[in-house]
């Protein structure tokens, strides 16, 4: 189709109308979006029967986008959020602090479905701006349960085992007046710091810190008792003044009527136009010049073939060069981008670090788009995170395979020069640097406005500047200040963090949402966009629910008990929700799983097994060829989208 004439657009889906119908959990967060993206529907307040999956838009001079969402594939027996998190082991790695597997008490799933489900909607309509056919997209929750797990899938398939040990145990701390606390450092210094201004045993805090650093990697820490000990001996004041002597960062666990009662309503994301001018500009110029157009992005000449992908023929370097990384095994990945994807030949420039930058950026590259990372000198440490496939890190693979790289010192004005060239011949920057960072270093939206002022200029943060008491912003801790900790634990349990990185990778999704709707209100009006994601935002998404029944004053957690899988003689099964109740009065001790399975199906109730060995779901009928490895032998889980 011809690409839609360019409006005066505020937001991206304004003029278009939509809609939706599938399972409520998942269209009612699809609902959500797209009418915060602008879109209108003429079924407010109803996102549809479940037995549809179908969410259209239509209008705005474009041709009707469609994208279907379900739980999975009817034959694999997956049929809600319950049966979803048990198989594809969100349950196994939510479970590992605790030692036997557990449901998330929210619907996580289903959540980061209906963002992929957006993402994919708002692809096709970029796509079809840039003059490519509308292509009806599909998702499913099995899909984006499986790219939750997928570093910690990775990890389970690699050639050695865990650095760190795989046992029950973590925070949060709890202090002498009750208060439940998270603890967070990067520095092992700050560490050290802290537990000795409390008075802790010396071999105690040696041997803390490794499962403490690498919790973020085996989702659980376990710490030595004395750790715990120390901190039940010691008022929260006294906490807090050890920490703050120390440079480590504490945060008391904050309940969700807390959270609801302070909630200030925001998006889960911000989209601004830019101020230095638009696509009509040439970059470096005032608008009212020539018609612009961006430079092709020259395609670089490596000293090494990118992440398994063959190079491209004829190219030309980057400006100044890059510095050689070593050479990667040559060949085509089994899941490589999208040659002919709603974003091919877009380049998306990320200087990304950990998760949610770099999985952001991943989910771009799977659309098509081509992604090129921004790594320190010497490349990106994570590189060599244990434990390997070929020698690299599987869990840095899982959010980097596919990228190209060249190393930047931006502390160093040649090097920011040689990003900023690199930013005025690219679609986005993406970014996830410390807060005013970008800033200092010149590198800000309005600095590379400058210089291509057609740039999606893309931050993904901890906090969005949205909290004046905000600690660090890092998965846990967001988890800890905003109620998730209580959110996704049932009644009856203590609140706790989930070390799984739930928002890390809910951020990621966030991220990458942004930038596709960033580029779509830059098709439609002209003007490169500054979009900003947070943590928090994925907090605030996730907790939605909950925070919504305690602004009603109703309890905001789900009942005890809540999607507890039922223990077999040789494994767990997790029962629907719905059959939750009628399950459990069932004693399957003494039966296998199967048999367990058999006879809850034979009485009309929906149960699966639960993934309790991350490296079977390779084999898995559920999955039967999902689940790939890539030209370094990492495990590699499916695209979460399919495109007609």
């Not at 009750?178 to 050290?192: C, N």
């Not at 070929?390 to 930047?408: F, M, Q």
């Not at 640097?433 to 010149?442: E, M, Q, S, T, Y």
């Not at 009928?621 to 889980?637: C, E, K, L, N, Q």
């Amino acid at each position: 189709m011809a690409s839609p004439a360019i409006t005066q657009t505020v937001r991206p889906l304004d003029t278009l109308r939509f809609d939706t119908s599938g399972p409520p959990q998942i269209t009612s967060v699809v609902a959500e979006h797209l009418r915060l993206l602008g879109a209108r529907t003429d079924r407010p307040g109803r996102p549809g029967d479940a037995s549809d999956g179908g969410t259209t838009l239509t209008g705005g001079g474009f041709e009707p986008a469609r994208a279907v969402a379900t739980w999975a594939d009817p034959a694999s027996g997956l049929a809600d959020e319950a049966t979803v998190q048990a198989a594809t082991g969100i349950m196994a790695v939510h479970g590992r602090r605790d030692g036997d597997p557990r449901g998330l008490a929210v619907d996580y799933a289903a959540t980061a479905t209906a963002v992929l489900t957006v993402q994919g909607l708002l692809a096709d309509l970029v796509g079809q701006a840039r003059g490519r056919a509308a292509s009806p997209v599909t998702t499913g929750a099995d899909r984006a349960g499986l790219l939750a797990v997928s570093q910690y899938l990775a990890a389970a398939g690699a050639d050695e085992g865990e650095a760190a040990e795989l046992a029950p145990g973590g925070p949060p701390f709890t202090s002498a007046d009750g208060i439940l606390f998270e603890l967070e450092t990067l520095d092992p210094g700050a560490w050290a710091g802290f537990w000795r201004a409390l008075e802790a045993p010396a071999d105690a805090m040696r041997s803390g810190w490794r499962p403490f650093q690498f919790r973020y990697a085996t989702a659980c820490a376990p710490f030595p008792a004395a750790l715990h000990t120390t901190a039940r001996s010691h008022g929260w004041e006294r906490i807090r003044r050890a920490a703050a002597a120390s440079g480590a960062e504490v945060c008391a666990l904050r309940t969700l009527v807390g959270r609801a009662a302070e909630h200030d309503g925001a998006a889960p994301w911000s989209l601004t136009p830019s101020a230095a001018g638009s696509m009509t500009g040439r970059p470096g110029q005032l608008p009212g010049g020539p018609p612009y157009a961006r430079p092709p992005f020259a395609r670089p000449s490596f000293a090494r073939p990118p992440f398994g992908r063959p190079p491209s023929p004829g190219p030309l370097p980057l400006p100044g060069g890059p510095r050689p990384q070593g050479p990667l095994p040559d060949g085509p990945l089994p899941d490589g981008p999208l040659a002919d994807g709603p974003l091919a030949g877009l380049t998306v420039l990320e200087a990304g670090r950990r998760i949610q930058a770099p999985l952001a950026a991943h989910l771009l590259g799977r659309l098509g788009a081509d992604v090129i990372r921004i790594e320190p000198p010497g490349g990106d440490p994570l590189r060599g995170m244990p434990p390997a496939c070929s020698g690299i890190s599987a869990r840095w693979l899982a959010l980097n395979r596919g990228k190209r790289a060249v190393e930047i010192d931006i502390k160093v004005e040649a090097d920011r020069r040689r990003l900023r060239e690199l930013a005025a011949r690219s679609d986005v920057f993406l970014h996830n640097w410390a807060p005013g960072k970008a800033a200092a270093l010149g590198l800000d939206a309005d600095d590379l406005a400058r210089v291509n002022p057609a740039l999606v200029y893309a931050y993904t943060s901890g906090w969005a500047d949205r909290l004046h008491d905000a600690p660090m912003g890092t998965d846990f801790m967001v988890q800890a200040r905003t109620g998730v900790g209580e959110a996704v634990r049932p009644e009856g349990e203590p609140p706790a963090p989930s070390l799984m990185t739930l928002l890390d990778v809910l951020g990621g999704l966030l991220g990458a949402e942004a930038v596709l709707a960033g580029l779509l209100l830059r098709e439609r009006t002209g003007h490169g966009v500054r979009v900003d994601s947070s943590l928090l935002g994925a907090a605030d998404m996730l907790t939605a629910p909950a925070l919504r029944r305690a602004a009603r004053g109703e309890n905001p957690r789900r009942p005890a008990g809540f999607r507890r899988p039922l223990p077999t003689a040789d494994g767990w099964i997790a029962p629907a929700d719905a059959d939750a109740r009628a399950a459990a009065a069932h004693d399957l001790r003494g039966l296998s799983t199967s048999e367990a399975l058999s006879r809850l199906h034979g009485r009309g109730l929906t149960a699966t097994a639960v993934t309790t060995e991350l490296s079977d779901l390779h084999h898995d009928p559920r999955f039967t060829g999902s689940i790939s490895r890539d030209a370094h032998g990492a495990p590699a889980v499916p695209d979460p989208w399919s495109f007609a």
